[in-house]
């Protein structure tokens, strides 16, 4: 299976601990998307990259959160500093950008970040 | 932010169409309208998407009203494995950021 990606699947840590998240997206797609989701709520877009280039921040996306893609591949997502209120799905999707918006992004499964 | 209305859910018996509205009344000339389900504990799943004319595609059809201010899924004959939230979005931007509301659940029952 070539899908998207995500590891861990599951994650808990301790308030104020550091959580690093990776997902490597389908090898040709070079859009990379991060969402958050909630119980119960649709997905939040979080940030986007096109190749490496990191071009739109949520401002959910706070301080204490980073997110890069260094060569264009993978990606990481890391929360500093966790708080209770960054238990969420964490999702991630990639497209190619050869069609616009008129092209289908494919999700991960997701990794479940539990803060105790 | 673009957004959709649809309702909260439905229900459905298991071999019948299942009709999912989906309101997006400031939609633009060049706005896609896009539709993802998600699935318990799954990440979005993409169902469909078209601009203008109705589209059929093996999971499902879109039929696109013709002042494009509104849309419907149709899911031809529901099974059990169909019971999820379904997600109507417009991508307004050209390298489309997803912009998901809340939503419709679907029920299917046997």
């Known amino acids: 299976d070539t899908g998207v990606s995500q590891n861990p699947r599951h994650k808990i840590t301790k308030r104020g601990q550091n959580v690093t998240f990776r997902c490597d997206p389908i090898s040709e797609h070079n859009r990379l998307y991060w969402y958050r989701q909630t119980l119960g709520q649709g997905p939040e877009f979080l940030t986007y990259f096109q190749n490496e280039a990191q071009l739109e921040k949520s401002r959910l996306l706070s301080d204490r959160f980073s997110a890069e893609r260094p060569k264009g591949s993978f990606s990481t997502l890391e929360i500093q500093r966790t708080e209770q209120g960054d238990s969420a799905m964490y999702l991630c999707?990639?497209?190619?950008?050869?069609?616009?918006?008129?092209?289908?992004?494919?999700f991960g499964q997701g990794t479940r970040l539990t803060v105790v | 932010d673009a957004k959709t209305t649809q309702p909260n859910s439905m229900e459905s018996n298991e071999e019948e169409p299942v009709h999912l509205p989906c309101n997006h009344s400031t939609i633009s000339g060049t706005d896609y309208i896009h539709w993802y389900r998600q699935l318990p504990s799954q990440g979005p799943e993409y169902v469909i998407h078209g601009l203008t004319s109705n589209v059929n595609n093996r999971m499902a059809s879109l039929a696109i009203a013709e002042d494009r201010k509104s849309s419907t899924l149709i899911l031809h004959r529901a099974t059990l494995r169909d019971a999820a939230v379904y997600y109507c979005?417009?991508?307004?931007?050209?390298?489309?950021?997803?912009?998901f509301g809340a939503g419709t659940q679907v029920v299917v029952t046997p």
């Open positions: 979005m417009m991508t307004t931007d050209s390298w489309g950021k997803l912009q």
């Open positions: 999707a990639s497209s190619s950008s050869s069609g616009g918006s008129n092209t289908e992004a494919f």
